[in-house]
Nanobody, 120 residues
Framework: QVQLAESGGGLVQAGGSLTLSCVAS????????MGWYRQAPGKMRELVAS???????NYEDSVKGRFTISRDNAKNTINLQMNSLKPEDTAVYYC??????????????WGQGTQVTVSS
């Protein structure tokens, strides 16, 4: 089994900053991509940022220049530094990891989600 533990959500005023962290643990052989999705009330879940094991990153257009994703492969950890937060960033943020648990098995795993609320 694989577990993803998220931390760092909370309430912040517009213009402020938060850092989300996610640690993967369990029967992990290797992890390909890791990243963050978010889901606001009444909206579909959307990709915020992702990073491969090689460090290649991808960002949703609305967060480019404001959010930075980083990764520590040795610790199976990713961080999402969120600056210049806007009320429209308010959502539940979910960590995911594309994990290989054996030669034959690789699939995405998800964290429980952490609430980020940005007040205007």
């Amino acid at each position: 089994q694989v577990q993803l533990a998220e931390s760092g959500g909370g309430l912040v005023q517009a213009g402020g900053s938060l850092t989300l962290s996610c640690v993967a643990s369990g029967s992990i052989v290797s992890i390909n991509a890791m990243g963050w999705y978010r889901q606001a009330p009444g909206k579909m879940r959307e990709l915020v940022a992702s990073i491969t094991s090689g460090g290649r990153t991808n960002y949703e257009d609305s967060v480019k220049g404001r959010f930075t994703i980083s990764r520590d492969n040795a610790k199976n950890t990713i961080n999402l530094q969120m600056n210049s937060l806007k009320p429209e960033d308010t959502a539940v943020y979910y960590c995911y990891a594309d994990v290989r648990t054996s030669y034959w098995q690789q699939r995405p795993y998800w964290g429980q989600g952490t609430q980020v609320t940005v007040s205007s």
